[in-house]
Each structure stands twice: as structure tokens, then as C-alpha cells.
């Protein structure tokens, strides 16, 4: 017995908000790139169910790759000639993070978290032309631009 498309299909489900771990894919459609083989995952660490020191310790061997802004450690990998690899590779760095958070022997409890690399991306990061903020004085709202009719408010004035 042929089973059609339509009995083989299932319906769409979107990913749930509980996936802890967020991964991303570089393609380039109909060309081989090299960057084409790099995957990046995403995860914040207070997500994972660890203890305050446990997560510390995550995030002291998560180094620059920890963003104490979002609380968010970003890896990424292109070792290996195909994504599945290193997905594969990923995961496998990930697990041994997490082995090495969770080992009670040394909690790293003296060592403080280090952010000025995140200091220094906010220096990068800072808009060419400063944010002015004007006094509320100078304000002209006779010169301020007319909102536009939406299609549907137009639609209603319309005579029946």
C-alpha cells in the first residue's frame, strides 16, 4: 500500500520556548563556502539548573566567550569539514564544561568573573554620533509630521 504526502505529513510544531540551547548555522545558498561549515551555539548559564558557585565556575571557563551583559556564552566551531561535526563537537565541549562546573573539588569561590572584554565591546560598540537628548523646550509639534491614514480607517469612513 502507497501512502500519499498528505498522510505522511505532520503538522508544524515551532520550537518551544524551554530549548535551553540555541544553535545557528551558516549556508550560502547553491555555493561552497568556507565559512559554509560554521555552527554557533548559544546558552545562558542560569537556564541549566546549576547552583550559584556551579555557574560561576561555568562562566570563569567560558572566559570571553561569556557576555555578563545578556548572560550569555556563545560557541562557536569550524573544525571540521561538516556541520554535523562540529555540532557534534560543540556538544561535546559543552558536556565537558558542565562536567568541570558541577566537580565540587575546586569551586574557584576567590577568582572573580572578568568582564573587561565586555568593556572594551561597549567601547566598539558605541553609536558613531552621540544620543542628545533636547530640551523639551525647543519641541515644534505645529512642524511634526501628519500621521498617515491606515487602509482601514479609510474603509470605515467610506458611505455603505
Not at 53 to 64: N, P, R, S
Not at 128 to 151: C, L, S, T, Y
Request: glycine content about 4%; proline content about 9%.
Amino acid at each position: 500500500m502507497k501512502l500519499t504526502r498528505v498522510e505522511l505529513a505532520s503538522p508544524y510544531r515551532p520550537p518551544s520556548d524551554e530549548s535551553v540551547l540555541t544553535f545557528k548555522y551558516n549556508t550560502f545558498l547553491g555555493e561552497d563556502h568556507p565559512a559554509g561549515k560554521k555552527v554557533t551555539v548559544q546558552f545562558s548559564p542560569s537556564e541549566l539548573g546549576l547552583t550559584a558557585a556551579q555557574k560561576h565556575k561555568l562562566c570563569l571557563l567560558a572566559g570571553a566567550r561569556y557576555n555578563s551583559d545578556t548572560d550569555v556564552v556563545t560557541i562557536s566551531s569550524s573544525k571540521f569539514p561538516q556541520q554535523a561535526q562540529n555540532k557534534r563537537f560543540l556538544g561535546d565541549i559543552l558536556k565537558s564544561l558542565l562536567e568541570a562546573a558541577r566537580d565540587e573539588s575546586d569551586t574557584f569561590a576567590d577568582v572573580p568573573l572578568e568582564t573587561r572584554h565586555m568593556v572594551a565591546k561597549r567601547r566598539r560598540n558605541k553609536p558613531v554620533r552621540p544620543r542628545v537628548e533636547f530640551p523639551e523646550a525647543w519641541n515644534r509639534p505645529q512642524d511634526a509630521p501628519k500621521p498617515k491614514d491606515d487602509i482601514v480607517s479609510v474603509i470605515h469612513r467610506l458611505p455603505l
